[in-house]
């Protein structure tokens, strides 16, 4: 059994117009105009393979196709929102593939034993509403749901009321529910599947994130009359610490990243010493053990730095989450699955979140990664060659098979 390419390529197409920017690329923020036209296309089309549809308190779309037994389902998912100017692949392409697959069944008129329901969740990205992940966070009891309600856009507009606005402020709670297995297709977002040529990525989990948040604060002054010797620059100690957060991968291990993604300078100025700094670190590595170790070496280079040029500091360790390790039932069964289809396949780590993460604390839960051109993603340039999206799909296809089992 094997998906319809022409069809899933078809919807590619139709619902990558949805957002569409001038440029190739999509601009669909979580609970716009373009989402709920997204979404209301999505739910046409699983009332069109006859899918019992419901939308939950946070918006998630469920459409189930049942099963012979009244067994919990395999629920196979991702998100339709995008960032600014994102690209047609991250997440609606989950979603797609995950509809081919149900539809596939259907043309074959298989029976599985547990149903298979597709889900889309809102606010994956937290482009629009922070933080990022939001509705499956709430579904898996990590995010309470008046938090996630009272998230308000840079307008300040509030979460629960663009759900209201676009109609899909849904009256099912949005609480864990018992289900066989959670499996996500999605872009890599990194270079490895096209470097080596494979098209399909057997995700075994998600890296370790430390994120942390530092002050540092000098003495502001006058740019012209303030001599050099007497100068305590916060700037300054700043760029000795993106320099320091740059070498602190090579003291740790092949696989850590570091990013200073975020500076604030003030008063950001010409012709005055910045007084104060808010930078931001982002740390990841498959290891709790290593992301501790660079959060140490990035204590003592923050205290030199500060102490080099004089200045005071205050850093915050404020966001950590451990490795997610995926099910090894259902890895295998992807493995399997991918092994069966015929492309190239490895195993791989996810080096960024996704909404797999919560669900894996709610049962057993996996992805499959295709490639990323060039590793390239949230950008217009985004792109998958429809060959691995085919083997991607089938790969989707067939581990559902094999956890949902045959009637
Ligand atoms: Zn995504």
């Given at each position: 059994m094997r998906i319809h390419r022409k069809r899933l390529e078809e919807a590619i197409e139709t619902l990558g117009?949805?957002?569409?920017?001038?440029?190739g690329g999509l601009t669909r923020l979580a609970l716009s105009d373009e989402d709920k036209q997204a979404r209301d296309q999505l739910v046409a089309w699983m009332q069109g393979a006859k899918l019992r549809v419901s939308v939950d308190r946070m918006g998630n779309i469920f459409g189930e196709r049942p099963g012979a037994e009244a067994l919990p389902p395999v629920m196979l998912g991702s998100h339709l929102d995008s960032v600014p100017?994102?690209?047609?692949?991250?997440g609606q392409l989950g979603v797609l593939c995950a509809l081919e697959a149900i539809s596939t069944l259907n043309d074959h008129g298989v029976r599985t034993r547990h149903p298979v329901t597709l889900v889309i969740f809102t606010n994956?990205?937290?482009?629009?509403?922070?933080?990022?992940?939001l509705a499956s966070g709430v579904m898996a009891g990590k995010i309470p749901l008046e938090d996630a309600y009272n998230a308000r856009d840079r307008h300040g507009v509030r979460l629960v009321d663009e759900l209201g606005r676009i109609g899909?402020?849904?009256?099912?709670?949005?609480v864990p529910r018992p289900m066989r297995a959670y499996l996500e297709l999605h872009?890599?977002?990194?270079?490895v599947l096209e470097e080596e040529g494979l098209s399909v990525g057997v995700v075994e989990g998600i890296v370790a994130i430390a994120w942390s948040r530092l002050t540092l604060r000098g003495v502001q002054d006058h740019?012209?009359?303030?001599?050099?010797?007497?100068r305590r620059d916060a700037l300054v100690a700043a760029a000795d610490v993106v320099r320091a957060v740059r070498a602190i991968p090579a003291q740790v291990s092949p696989e850590t990243v570091a990013t200073v993604g975020r500076l604030e300078v003030?008063?950001?100025?010409?012709?005055a010493i910045p007084g104060k700094i808010l930078m931001s670190v982002d740390l990841r590595d498959p290891s709790d053990e290593y992301v501790t170790r660079a959060l140490e070496l990035l204590d003592r280079a923050v205290r030199d730095a500060a102490a080099r040029e004089g200045v005071e500091y205050e850093i915050e360790h404020y966001w950590r989450v451990s490795p997610t390790r995926f099910d090894p039932g259902v890895v295998e069964a992807v493995e399997r699955a991918a092994q069966a289809v015929g492309g190239g396949y490895r195993r791989i780590l996810s080096g960024a979140g996704h909404d797999a993460q919560y669900m894996a604390a709610l049962g057993p839960a996996g992805m499959i990664f295709v490639p990323s051109r060039n590793g390239?993603?949230?950008?217009?340039?985004e792109f998958t060659p429809m060959d691995d999206i085919e083997h991607g799909a089938n790969t989707l296809l067939l581990a559902a098979l094999d956890l949902a089992g045959t009637a």
């Open positions: 117009r949805i957002g569409a920017t001038s440029n100017t994102g690209g047609k692949y991250d994956e990205e937290g482009a629009r509403f922070q933080p990022a992940m899909y402020l849904g009256a099912e709670p949005c872009i890599e977002q990194g270079p740019a012209g009359p303030t001599p050099m010797r007497i003030s008063p950001n100025i010409t012709n390239r993603s949230h950008c217009e340039e």
